[in-house]
Protein backbone atom coordinates (compact mmCIF):
# COMPACT_ATOMS: atom_id res chain seq x y z
CA UNK A 1 0.00 0.00 0.00
CA UNK A 2 1.37 3.37 -1.26
CA UNK A 3 1.17 6.01 1.29
CA UNK A 4 -0.64 8.35 -0.49
CA UNK A 5 -3.32 5.48 -0.30
CA UNK A 6 -3.29 5.07 3.96
CA UNK A 7 -3.65 8.87 3.94
CA UNK A 8 -6.54 10.15 5.97
CA UNK A 9 -8.47 12.86 7.38
CA UNK A 10 -7.46 16.43 7.42
CA UNK A 11 -4.11 17.83 6.00
CA UNK A 12 -2.90 21.31 5.89
CA UNK A 13 -2.47 22.67 2.45
CA UNK A 14 0.25 25.73 1.81
CA UNK A 15 -2.57 28.02 1.02
CA UNK A 16 -3.95 27.54 5.08
CA UNK A 17 -6.52 25.47 3.84
CA UNK A 18 -7.31 21.76 4.81
CA UNK A 19 -7.98 19.21 2.57
CA UNK A 20 -10.47 16.06 4.00
CA UNK A 21 -8.46 12.77 2.57
CA UNK A 22 -10.08 9.13 2.69
CA UNK A 23 -7.55 6.40 1.36
CA UNK A 24 -5.77 9.11 -0.19
CA UNK A 25 -8.89 10.68 -2.15
CA UNK A 26 -9.36 14.45 -1.33
CA UNK A 27 -13.35 14.62 -0.49
CA UNK A 28 -13.39 18.27 0.63
CA UNK A 29 -11.87 21.63 1.85
CA UNK A 30 -11.78 23.32 4.14
CA UNK A 31 -11.37 27.21 5.12
CA UNK A 32 -10.84 28.47 8.41
CA UNK A 33 -10.92 32.08 7.74
CA UNK A 34 -13.68 32.08 5.02
CA UNK A 35 -13.76 31.98 1.44
CA UNK A 36 -9.81 31.80 0.37
CA UNK A 37 -8.31 34.47 -2.04
CA UNK A 38 -6.34 31.89 -3.86
CA UNK A 39 -7.74 31.27 -7.16
CA UNK A 40 -10.26 27.68 -7.20
CA UNK A 41 -7.05 26.63 -10.71
CA UNK A 42 -4.26 27.45 -7.98
CA UNK A 43 -6.10 25.74 -5.11
CA UNK A 44 -6.48 22.66 -7.21
CA UNK A 45 -3.23 22.66 -7.94
CA UNK A 46 -2.32 22.13 -4.58
CA UNK A 47 -4.65 19.73 -3.78
CA UNK A 48 -3.23 17.65 -7.12
CA UNK A 49 0.61 18.55 -5.70
CA UNK A 50 -0.34 16.62 -2.31
CA UNK A 51 -2.73 14.00 -3.95
CA UNK A 52 -1.58 13.51 -7.42
CA UNK A 53 -5.60 13.98 -8.46
CA UNK A 54 -7.05 16.82 -9.98
CA UNK A 55 -10.47 18.10 -8.67
CA UNK A 56 -12.76 20.73 -9.25
CA UNK A 57 -13.99 22.74 -6.18
CA UNK A 58 -17.71 22.70 -5.53
CA UNK A 59 -19.33 25.90 -4.15
CA UNK A 60 -18.69 27.13 -0.54
CA UNK A 61 -20.65 26.76 2.01
CA UNK A 62 -20.46 27.20 5.77
CA UNK A 63 -18.94 25.06 7.78
CA UNK A 64 -18.81 23.96 11.67
CA UNK A 65 -16.87 26.64 13.23
CA UNK A 66 -17.35 30.19 13.24
CA UNK A 67 -16.07 32.09 10.03
CA UNK A 68 -15.45 28.00 8.35
CA UNK A 69 -16.58 27.42 5.41
CA UNK A 70 -16.49 24.06 3.43
CA UNK A 71 -16.85 22.89 -0.06
CA UNK A 72 -16.92 19.30 -1.84
CA UNK A 73 -14.19 18.05 -4.02
CA UNK A 74 -14.86 16.20 -7.28
CA UNK A 75 -12.09 13.93 -9.12
CA UNK A 76 -11.55 14.22 -12.39
CA UNK A 77 -13.50 11.93 -14.03
CA UNK A 78 -10.41 10.65 -16.16
CA UNK A 79 -8.72 9.58 -13.04
CA UNK A 80 -11.83 7.20 -11.91
CA UNK A 81 -9.38 4.36 -12.62
CA UNK A 82 -7.15 5.84 -10.14
CA UNK A 83 -9.73 6.41 -7.74
CA UNK A 84 -10.44 3.01 -7.75
CA UNK A 85 -6.69 1.52 -7.56
CA UNK A 86 -6.31 3.67 -4.04
CA UNK A 87 -10.15 1.95 -3.08
CA UNK A 88 -8.73 -1.48 -4.27
CA UNK A 89 -5.28 -1.14 -2.13
CA UNK A 90 -7.49 -0.05 1.06
CA UNK A 91 -9.82 -3.04 0.82
CA UNK A 92 -6.70 -5.61 -0.04
CA UNK A 93 -5.08 -4.27 3.41
CA UNK A 94 -8.08 -4.38 5.42
CA UNK A 95 -8.81 -8.04 3.85
CA UNK A 96 -4.77 -8.92 4.53
CA UNK A 97 -5.09 -7.63 8.12
CA UNK A 98 -8.37 -9.77 9.04
CA UNK A 99 -7.84 -13.01 7.27
CA UNK A 100 -3.49 -13.07 7.06
CA UNK A 101 -4.38 -14.61 3.45
CA UNK A 102 -3.88 -13.35 -0.09
CA UNK A 103 -7.78 -13.30 -1.48
CA UNK A 104 -8.88 -16.47 -3.15
CA UNK A 105 -11.25 -17.57 -5.27
CA UNK A 106 -13.35 -18.92 -2.75
CA UNK A 107 -13.47 -15.19 -1.45
CA UNK A 108 -16.51 -14.41 -3.82
CA UNK A 109 -18.68 -12.50 -1.31
CA UNK A 110 -15.68 -10.25 -0.58
CA UNK A 111 -15.15 -9.49 -3.86
CA UNK A 112 -18.74 -8.68 -4.27
CA UNK A 113 -18.73 -6.44 -1.80
CA UNK A 114 -16.20 -4.49 -1.95
CA UNK A 115 -16.63 -3.67 -5.26
CA UNK A 116 -19.99 -2.29 -5.14
CA UNK A 117 -19.08 -0.60 -2.21
CA UNK A 118 -16.20 0.99 -3.73
CA UNK A 119 -17.57 1.26 -7.18
CA UNK A 120 -19.96 3.49 -5.53
CA UNK A 121 -17.45 5.56 -3.38
CA UNK A 122 -15.43 6.04 -6.35
CA UNK A 123 -18.22 7.30 -8.28
CA UNK A 124 -19.18 9.65 -6.62
CA UNK A 125 -15.97 11.18 -5.75
CA UNK A 126 -15.36 11.62 -9.49
CA UNK A 127 -19.19 13.02 -9.92
CA UNK A 128 -20.28 10.12 -12.20
CA UNK A 129 -23.19 8.33 -12.61
CA UNK A 130 -22.90 4.13 -12.96
CA UNK A 131 -24.12 4.64 -16.77
CA UNK A 132 -21.08 6.52 -17.45
CA UNK A 133 -18.58 4.03 -17.00
CA UNK A 134 -18.25 0.48 -18.15
CA UNK A 135 -18.77 -1.52 -14.44
CA UNK A 136 -17.36 -4.34 -15.61
CA UNK A 137 -13.79 -3.45 -17.18
CA UNK A 138 -14.18 -1.14 -13.70
CA UNK A 139 -14.16 -4.63 -11.93
CA UNK A 140 -11.89 -6.62 -13.67
CA UNK A 141 -9.19 -4.22 -12.54
CA UNK A 142 -10.12 -3.46 -9.25
CA UNK A 143 -10.03 -7.45 -8.18
CA UNK A 144 -6.75 -7.35 -10.35
CA UNK A 145 -5.23 -4.54 -7.92
CA UNK A 146 -6.81 -6.20 -4.87
CA UNK A 147 -5.79 -9.41 -5.11
CA UNK A 148 -2.26 -8.75 -6.50
CA UNK A 149 -1.89 -6.57 -3.51
CA UNK A 150 -3.21 -9.47 -0.78
CA UNK A 151 -0.28 -11.34 -2.67
CA UNK A 152 2.04 -8.76 -2.47
CA UNK A 153 1.48 -8.44 0.95
CA UNK A 154 1.45 -12.45 1.77
CA UNK A 155 4.74 -12.49 0.41
CA UNK A 156 6.54 -9.28 2.10
CA UNK A 157 5.45 -10.41 5.37
CA UNK A 158 4.22 -6.62 5.49
CA UNK A 159 2.07 -5.43 7.90
CA UNK A 160 -0.36 -3.15 6.66
CA UNK A 161 -1.84 0.05 7.75
CA UNK A 162 -5.65 -0.38 7.85
CA UNK A 163 -7.79 2.67 7.58
CA UNK A 164 -11.37 1.95 9.63
CA UNK A 165 -14.70 3.26 6.94
CA UNK A 166 -16.26 6.01 7.40
CA UNK A 167 -19.37 5.34 5.76
Not at 59 to 76: C, F, M
Not at 113 to 118: Q, S, T, V
Request: glycine residues 6%; negative net charge; charged residues 30%.
Amino acid sequence: MTNQTASDGWKRLPSGCDVELQHGIPVQLSSAAGVPGLPEPALADEVEAYTGLRVSIGEWLPGEASGEVQARTIVTAEQLTEVLDRLALSAAALFFDRYHKPVDRDDVDWDTLEFANDFRRALDYCGLDWKDVERDTCKAHYLETMHNETRRLADTGESPRVVPESD
